[in-house]
């Protein structure tokens, strides 16, 4: 009986664990249709590589076409596959250039346009870049705009967040594991154990 307790508990506990999704590391998926980021090391799409992959303007349906042509790139060359994109969840569309940015928890994905910069609206891509993210829940944030070559690429314009996802509440699960160790106990009195 003491073995099937043991059992049990553990059976509880990796269910009660296993219930609350480990938010995921933001993964940069501008990448090439080899899976290579785009202009490496930094993995941002220039306004043709934007374009190439379905963005034609920057509005939110554009970044979705831009992402959903990114995360069918991934996925053909990586496993497991992301999930495919869900609708446009929170439109940060007028960031107004910012060096820093810090984001909100709880979406699938988000597509940055960076603007006006040495490498942004003038020299290197006259449209500016664009780059996109898996986060699987989790925040972002940058402390400073990406490089290409030696050149920053301008500020953040715009980030536009896709699809949601819960985030786990640590309160409720450990009210969850707790009920659980609970009935645990009380079957084990039950069984005379």
Known sequence: MKRF???LFATVLAV???STAAL???INITVDAAGSL???P???ANSAQYAAAGGSSQDPSSSLAFLNTLVGRWNFVYNPDLPAPGALALDQGALGGVTSYAG?????YVVF???AGAAGGGQVSPGGWDSAWYLGGAAISFSSVPVVGTAPVGGFSSARYFGTVSVPDGGMTLSLLGGALVGLGMLRRK???
């Open 24 to 26: 995921a590391t933001p």
């Open 42 to 44: 930094t993995g941002i």
């Open 191 to 193: 069984l005379g154990a």
């Open 5 to 7: 307790s043991i059992v």
């Open 113 to 115: 346009h960076f603007g």
């Open 104 to 108: 909100p928890a709880g979406y699938q």
């Open 16 to 18: 009660a664990l296993g």
């Open 38 to 40: 785009l202009n490496a």
